[in-house]
């Protein structure tokens, strides 16, 4: 150091200035460049819909979170290593019934699947309760998804390793790479615990623990995560409204969005309600025991249809939604 500056010392003084202006210009410029284009985990988010600082790196690095590539099942008979009180993602696409234990999920998040020759993706967000399914054929392709190891709002950011863009499992939807902006098309699941599943489904399939890693599926990775007031990163938004770990249903109809805590729900003494929302007449389905249901949309002279919804922590769902309309159950009157 001693050596650099008797260097910059004898330098004549009219160049002295302009030295310094090329150095602080040529640093500029890096720093721009670096703010302007910030790479996380390997992942370029110049054009992301998402602020790279509200991206965090959730610790692992890209794909050390393993998703499961070929997954193998077995009936729901041999899926003696479920408790009857274990929850499922329960999925029926194609007439075929298929069950995604939570307690692999939590290690892998993703599992690319096909049915009836059909892919899919089972994501799992073990930060923010959220358990989603996604078709996974878009412009004409067929993506295969890994863990990103970068999240928004404690949500898992997915990407595809076709494209390498990122997409958020809750906003669903690619938010950078040449996929910005595409929407991710969800069907429906069930969060069910397996005595139940496995009651309206016996000739499920079940994913097996014969994944390809080791990994004790014995055992949550996350400890008592689900039920404490613990949220490990930053939020965009925060609600004290309810226990950050209570789940909701939530609902969205354009920029409109609204959640039925279970909370509330489960006060009414009942399994189903009708409601208007956004210009929507809606019915509610839910099951107060598995703290889960389905959104369904009413049109005169139209067969019912069943809606996207999310099925997540509180905490998530306002993170992503701090306008959200909040179902209340009607006070009872002695």
């Not at 049915?115 to 004409?140: A, N």
């Not at 950078?176 to 009651?199: C, E, F, Q, Y």
């Not at 006060?267 to 389905?285: E, P, V």
């Amino acid at each position: 150091m001693k050596a650099y500056t008797r260097r910059i010392a004898v330098l004549p003084s009219f160049f002295v200035l302009p030295f310094f202006l090329t150095v602080f210009m040529a640093m500029a410029t890096f720093m721009a460049t670096a703010i302007a284009q910030p790479f996380k985990n390997g992942f370029d988010l110049k054009n992301s819909q998402i602020a790279a600082v509200n991206i965090h790196q959730g610790g692992p690095v890209k794909d050390g979170i393993p998703a499961i590539n070929k997954p193998k099942f077995v009936s729901a008979s041999q899926a003696s290593f479920l408790k009857a009180d274990d929850k499922v993602l329960g999925v029926v696409y194609g007439g075929e019934a298929r069950a995604y234990p939570v307690k692999i999920l939590n290690w892998h998040e993703i599992v690319n699947d096909t049915i009836r020759g059909k892919g899919i993706s089972v994501t799992y967000c073990p930060l923010c309760g959220t358990g989603m399914v996604f078709l996974s054929r878009y412009r004409g392709k067929t993506l295969h998804f890994g863990v990103s190891g970068l999240l928004y709002n404690n949500d898992v950011l997915l990407y595809d390793k076709e494209t390498q863009s990122l997409w958020s499992q809750i906003l669903s939807k690619a938010i950078n790479g040449v996929m910005v902006g595409t929407p991710l098309r969800s069907i429906p699941v069930a969060h069910i615990r397996w005595k139940d599943w496995k009651k309206q489904h016996p000739h499920s399939k079940v994913l097996s623990t014969d994944t390809g890693y080791v990994r004790d599926y014995s055992r949550s990775p996350y400890g008592t995560y689900d039920n404490d007031r613990s949220i490990y990163f930053p939020l965009s938004a925060k609600s004290n409204q309810y226990h950050p770990k209570e789940r909701v249903l939530g609902v969205c109809f354009k920029q409109a969005c609204k959640a039925y805590p279970f909370a509330e729900l489960a006060q009414l003494g009942q399994r189903s309600i009708a409601d208007s929302f956004a210009g929507q007449r809606l019915t509610i389905n839910f099951d107060p025991n598995n703290r889960d249901g389905q959104v369904v949309l009413n049109v005169p002279n139209k067969a019912r249809q069943v809606v996207s919804s999310v099925n997540s922590f509180w905490f998530a769902w306002f993170a992503f939604h701090p306008q959200t309309e909040v179902y209340k159950a009607p006070t009872r009157r002695n």
